[in-house]
């Protein structure tokens, strides 16, 4: 049994977590500290896992009584809690920050988007969950960096669910704002821009085209659409063989013929990814759960990597059936 602390519980990300971890065969909740809930119910926060624990949130740190420590915390709050407080050497760390996404000489964090770093993962002790946008958009481009095919600039729209901003409130994020709304934010600067280019020049060294990103906020509760567009000249035959061939045998990215609905993978760990020619151009659909494959689930994946578990334990989530 994987003894699991969590650091910062109050969030979406956190509570989707602890509902994956909870219903886990291999995983036992030892603490969720909250120094802002310490003493509170875990369903005093997290309502819908009424009936499924008795959990309470807690500012202590047993940290020498577990095997694996996630953080859910806000960025730059995990990299502050590493240099204040000693974790034992035997103590995995899951981090759903940004703090160590991108590679650096002053840490031992691997980049955790198992699409690409599976055989680190499984032998790290450490690992980067990465950004839900970035997440999204690297699966739907990914085989084309593998084959060096990444030679124009990309265009990339994506539209995020509300659970995107964080459970705290804020001017764009609550109910009447939100609602029959639609609107762009960071355009071409989003933070996530780093940790995808990394990725891409990691399979295509040559990679130094431009990524023109726009986010845009969604009216909705989760998931995130992204539709990618580049020059391509090659046959959509052969495209769809490389992503078949890139995919084959990771558990939760798939390649569909349909033109996919972002419900289909609302409440899973799925990837689906759709494409098409539009003469010389290549357009790429991707669609994941921003909670789960762009967060928490993906976070759940890299455990099951890190302790030797085959990939889907605990993950055998389904979309509604509406």
């Known amino acids: ?57 807690t500012d202590r740190l047993p940290l020498d009584q577990i095997d694996l420590l996630f953080f859910c915390t806000a960025h730059g709050d995990t990299k502050k809690f590493m240099e204040s407080h000693v974790i034992p050497d035997n103590v995995k760390i899951i981090d759903l920050s940004q703090d160590y996404r991108i590679k650096s000489p002053d840490h031992d964090f691997i980049y955790g988007l198992p699409e690409l770093n599976r055989r680190q993962i499984c ?30 600039d990309l265009h990339i729209n994506a539209i995020t669910g509300s659970t995107g901003a964080g459970v705290k409130p804020s001017a764009t994020s609550h109910f009447s704002w939100r609602n029959d709304n639609i609107s762009i934010y960071k355009p071409f600067t989003h933070q996530h821009l780093a940790e995808i280019g990394q990725s891409l020049r990691q399979l295509q060294n040559s990679f130094h085209s431009t990524i023109n990103f726009i986010p845009v906020r969604g009216n909705f509760s989760r998931g995130i659409f992204t539709t990618t567009y580049l020059d391509c000249k090659i046959d959509l035959c052969e495209i ?46 991707s669609m994941i759960d ?30 509604s059936a509406f």
């Open 1 to 57: 049994m994987i003894k699991i602390g969590i650091i910062g519980g109050a969030g979406y990300t956190a509570g989707e977590l602890i509902r994956l971890l909870l219903n886990h065969p291999d995983a036992e909740i030892v603490f969720v500290n909250s120094s802002s809930n310490a003493g509170n119910k875990i369903t005093d926060v997290h309502s819908g896992l009424y009936g499924e624990t008795d959990l309470i949130f």
């Open 123 to 152: 032998k790290s002790q450490h690992v980067a969950n990465p950004g839900c946008f970035a997440t999204c958009i690297q699966l739907g481009i990914l085989p084309l960096a593998k084959h060096l095919m990444l030679n124009s």
């Open 240 to 285: 769809k063989r490389i992503y078949e061939d890139y995919y084959d045998d990771h558990s939760f990215t798939f390649v569909t013929d349909k033109n996919p609905d972002l419900k289909q993978v609302v409440n899973t760990n799925k990837c689906l990814i759709y494409l098409q020619k539009h003469e010389d151009k290549l357009l790429i659909v």
């Open 290 to 319: 921003n909670l789960l494959k762009g967060a928490s689930g993906q976070a759940v994946h890299n455990m099951n990597l890190l302790f030797g578990l085959e990939e889907k334990v605990g993950l055998h989530l389904k979309p």
